[in-house]
């Protein structure tokens, strides 16, 4: 389980996260949303190391994690599928995907080429492309078939299913909801609310650095007023 307890973080002198407490256990979607320059990114990328967490903790399966490099963080088997995408833009697809393949999760059974090529079809079609000639769907299928290779036990995805057509998120929807029944913890972060809501355990809005609303699944108090003051829809 991951568990986020009252963690602080700044941007040089700016206070960007004010005191965030989250929980994402096994086998459960946690979805984050909230308007632009709330803090999303910084909070996925505290978690991962890559953003100093000035004060409170993060544990990660009982252990303390918020002062370890990202390195180490991947290394216990945290995956991150980043704001952008980021895959490697000279590489083939298949290297891509061997460049980082390990067992950091220490699954009975990893994740292979096979799995993640059976997960994500597109991709087993285009072995041999580079990354930058991949459509923007297809590269963040890569983003997240990457992410599986190091076979993480939590996966944090930052603007998941930003900018792509509505049948391939819909593809990627479908791939977190696999995931989430193989026992990940998942913790993505979309604008997409009627897709999160169909595959999140719970839903957290965010402003300001902080939490401000939370609900679980079937969301009994997600009424049009609340998606109005935090999504501004
Ligand atoms: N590298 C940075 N340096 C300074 N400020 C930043 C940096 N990255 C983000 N910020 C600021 O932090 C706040 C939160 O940004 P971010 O976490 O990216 O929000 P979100 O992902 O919710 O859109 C914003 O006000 C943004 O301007
Ligand atoms: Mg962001």
């Known amino acids: 389980m991951l568990m986020v307890t009252d963690i602080t973080a ?10 965030v407490s989250l929980v994402v256990r096994p086998g459960e979607v946690v979805a984050l949303m909230g308007r ?7 909070l996925i990328r505290a978690l991962m190391g890559l953003c100093r967490i000035r004060s409170g903790s993060v544990t990660w399966q009982g252990r303390e994690i918020h002062r370890l490099p990202p390195y180490r963080i991947a290394r216990l088997g945290i995956g991150l599928v980043p704001e952008g995408r980021q895959v490697f833009p000279t590489l083939t697809v298949r290297e891509n995907l061997l460049a980082v393949a390990a067992n950091y999760g220490q699954l009975e059974e990893p994740f292979t080429l096979e799995h993640v090529f ?15 000639e991949l459509s923007g769907g297809e590269q963040q299928m890569l983003a997240i078939a990457r992410a599986l290779m190091i076979n993480p036990r939590l996966l944090l995805l930052d603007e998941a299913g930003e900018g792509l057509a509505p049948l391939v998120r819909e593809e990627i929807w479908q791939g977190l909801d696999h995931l989430r029944r193989r026992g990940l913890a998942i913790l993505v972060v979309d604008r997409d609310i009627d897709a999160l809501l169909r595959i999140s355990d719970r839903l957290l ?6 939490i401000v609303w939370q609900d679980e699944h079937p969301f009994p108090c997600l009424d049009s007023s609340v998606k109005l003051r935090y999504l501004g829809v």
């Open 36 to 42: 632009n320059g709330m803090g999303k990114s910084t």
């Open 205 to 210: 809005f965010m402003e300001k650095g902080s």
């Open 10 to 19: 700044w941007h040089g002198s700016a206070q960007i996260l004010f005191g």
């Open 118 to 132: 059976a997960l994500f079809p597109r991709l087993a079609e285009r072995p041999g492309h580079l990354g930058r």
